[in-house]
Structure formats: structure tokens, C-alpha cells
């Protein structure tokens, strides 16, 4: 790509941003207008971005990685792509939803140790540890780092801290310590230490001594047990079961719940 392309595609991704960032519910429900498949169709989208409606700023991420991986290694447009992911990500005005797009594509594109890898890194757990920010994105921050970590590696051991540390933070909904647990569950490999880990958070969750009626019916959804070891599937069943048995002893139930709480009480004494 020459200097003025180039120069285009990063005015056009700043402006997609600034859009994003100022209407980002209606941005983000856009339809994809198409899916590049080749460099010169990744460029002609990125020419675009800002200006036409049906383009996120995951699509933009897409194009962007198909403009890298299609160009030669050591090339000058490999070194602009990961350039303009950093520009980006770094900008105070992208949201976290982009920035974690942003930080994933380039955490996955630079060179295994290098620099830029490693603010991306950074970037994602800084996410990942935020309560300013809605907390399914600090979630999708630390599963991101996970997915895209070379298994055994330090940056996945941080990524698994960081979804562990989400269960457990203070104040958050039953509904949103099982979202960071079941993050961890559903990524990891069966059976392995992580999911088990995944697993023993989400007991503790479904332990809690406070947890309302609608909480137990989020938490125990379709009676599902997480595929774990034979011992923390029994767990989990035990779990759920003195939870329902805790959520029994409520005053403020209505008949119709209490109808409910009965027919899954003896669910679980029978299984």
C-alpha cells in the first residue's frame, strides 16, 4: 500500500471509532455489510469504515488482520497495521468494547515477545481489572488474553487470575460472579486444572449465603452441571441443593415460587 492508502484507512478507523464512541449502541447492532476475504477487498472496507453504517469496528479488526497476514513478513505494511492497532488502542476517546477488539487483534498479530504484544497484554488485564465499565466487557477483556495465549504461557496464567479474581470480586450479582466462572469453565479444555479451578468458583457463587430466589433460578439454569471430576460434579450437585434448601427458608417467596422451589428440591433429593 502506498502512503496516501494508508494514510486514508487511518482516518477512516479513527473516525469509525469516534462514531463508535459517541453512538455505541447503534453502532455495535449494525449488520456486517460482507466479510473480506481477500487483501484487496479488506482494503476497500477499510476505505469505508466511518462512512458507512454496516461496518464495526470488528469487522475493521478482521480486515485489518487479513491486510497483515496477506502482506509479506518484514514488510512495511505489516509494521503500519500493527502501528495503526497501537495509535488506536491507545486513544482515550475508543470504548472498552473496541479497545479489547483492538488489544486482541493486536496481541495476536505482533511477533510472539515483542513490545507491542506486551501492551496489549497490558492493555486487556487493565480492562479486565476496571469496575467503571460494564462488566461483561471486563469478562470478554480476560477471556480474551485466554483464548488467544499460547497454552502454559505467563500471559494465560494472568488471564485465568483475572477471570478467578472477577467470581470473587465484592458486590457483584450472583448472575456476574457466574459470568467471569463460567468464562473460564467454557474456554479451558476438559479436564484440565483451569476449568476445574472455573468450577470451584462457581460453587462458591452458587454457596452464597444471600442469594434471592431469581438468583438460585439463574444459577441452577436447566439443572446444568458443569463437566468437571466426578468429585466437583458432586460437588456442584450438593451445591445446588443446599442452596435451594437455603433459598426455602425465605419469607418473601409467593406461591407460585414456592410451587417451583418444591418440584426442584425434589429434583435434587432424587437425583
Not at 470480586?169 to 479436564?191: H, I, K, R, V
Request: glycine share 4%; charged share 25%; aromatic share 6%.
Amino acid at each position: 500500500m502506498n502512503e496516501n492508502i494508508q494514510q486514508e484507512i487511518t482516518l477512516a478507523c479513527v473516525t469509525l471509532l469516534q462514531k463508535n464512541a459517541a453512538d455505541y449502541e447503534t453502532a455495535s447492532n449494525c449488520a456486517v455489510l460482507h466479510e473480506p476475504k481477500t487483501k484487496r477487498e479488506a482494503i476497500e472496507m477499510l476505505l469505508k469504515a466511518g462512512s458507512e453504517p454496516g461496518i464495526t469496528f470488528g469487522s475493521v479488526s478482521d480486515a485489518l488482520w487479513i491486510v497483515y497476514k496477506r502482506s509479506k513478513p518484514a514488510s512495511q505494511t505489516r509494521q503500519w497495521v500493527l502501528q495503526l492497532l497501537l495509535d488506536l488502542v491507545r486513544r482515550e476517546d475508543i470504548t472498552a468494547s473496541d479497545a479489547i477488539e483492538v488489544a486482541g487483534t493486536l496481541y495476536s498479530l505482533s511477533p510472539q515477545g515483542s513490545g507491542e504484544q506486551q501492551e496489549a497484554v497490558q492493555i486487556l488485564l487493565a480492562l479486565a481489572k476496571r469496575r467503571d465499565i460494564p462488566f461483561g466487557d471486563a469478562v470478554e477483556a480476560a477471556h480474551t488474553l485466554y483464548v488467544r495465549s499460547p497454552k502454559g504461557s505467563n500471559e494465560r496464567q494472568q488471564a485465568i487470575e483475572a477471570l478467578l479474581a472477577q467470581a470473587r470480586w465484592p458486590d457483584t450479582t450472583a448472575g456476574q460472579a457466574q459470568e467471569a466462572a463460567l468464562a473460564l469453565c467454557y474456554a479451558s479444555a476438559y479436564p484440565s486444572k483451569e476449568r476445574n479451578q472455573g468450577i470451584q468458583a462457581l460453587i462458591e457463587v452458587i454457596k452464597r449465603p444471600d442469594l434471592s430466589f431469581e438468583d438460585a433460578v439463574e444459577l441452577d439454569y436447566l439443572k446444568s452441571i458443569v463437566a468437571g471430576t466426578k468429585t466437583l460434579e458432586k460437588q456442584q450437585q450438593v451445591a445446588k441443593r443446599q442452596m435451594w434448601e437455603t433459598v426455602a427458608k425465605r419469607s418473601d417467596l409467593t406461591s407460585e415460587q414456592r410451587a417451583q422451589l418444591a418440584e426442584t428440591l425434589d429434583y435434587y433429593r432424587n437425583n
